[in-house]
């Protein structure tokens, strides 16, 4: 029921629908200051959510620092959380903008930082389709020359929390030791860690696929962008997802 709950109200979690709903008052309104006091707020809460700069700044202080590994160690196995890739109208599956998450595995893979990759992913859709990420992934893992005996694939979890569960199942059937690396897109990283430590499994986060943040101050940042509306609605799901997982663990 969580599950279905947060997917349909997802859409309140866009910084566009606050300024849609502004207009529509002032749309519909009659009496006219009122109308063109709700002008003004849409103004304003339009130009802070398209705003570069602060969610730059905001992305700064939320995201996870790179991880720093051990030098010489050699990990047991890194777990990739899935959302790098979708399938598309045929059902094939097709890399999406987070795809640096399923590099950065293969990179830890390739140049001996891990033994084992293991990608925990299956389908997170409202109205799911047949295609699973994880079983789609470890199709790519094998194309990209990763042996069999080192690929783990969980491919039924539907979000964070189910990725945790299933994957502390998956890595004790197979009796996998940590710690373990976790790769996940920076945004996300924060509230995966306390969600897979809330499991037990000890993990060091390693963040990939900055979206915000990484760039210096420029002039630039001030101008109004629609991809500034795109990040503030990642990081605002983020917090809130946090917010509630804390919430909820204290309860």
Known sequence: MFF???K??????FPLVYVFVLLLVAIFSKD????????IYAVVVLYIFSN??????????????PAKLEKGKVYNTVIVLGGFSSDDKDGKGMFNNAADRFIQAVLLQKTGRVKNVLITSGNGNLMPSAFREGTWAGYQLKAAQIPDSCILIEDKSRNTLENASFTKALLQKKGQQGPYL????????????RIF????LDIIPYPCNYIAGTNGIGL????????ALSKWSTYIKEVIGLTVNYVSNKG
């Open 182 to 193: 976790l790769v996940t897109s920076a945004f996300h990283m924060r509230r995966s860690i």
């Open 197 to 200: 430590k809330k499991v037990g």
């Open 32 to 39: 006219t200051k009122r109308k063109r006091k709700f002008l």
């Open 220 to 227: 630039d940042e001030l101008i109004p962008s629609a991809d």
């Open 52 to 65: 570069s700069f602060l969610i730059n700044r905001f992305a700064q202080a939320w995201d996870i620092a």
């Open 4 to 6: 279905i709950l947060s």
């Open 8 to 13: 349909v109200l997802s859409f309140l979690l």
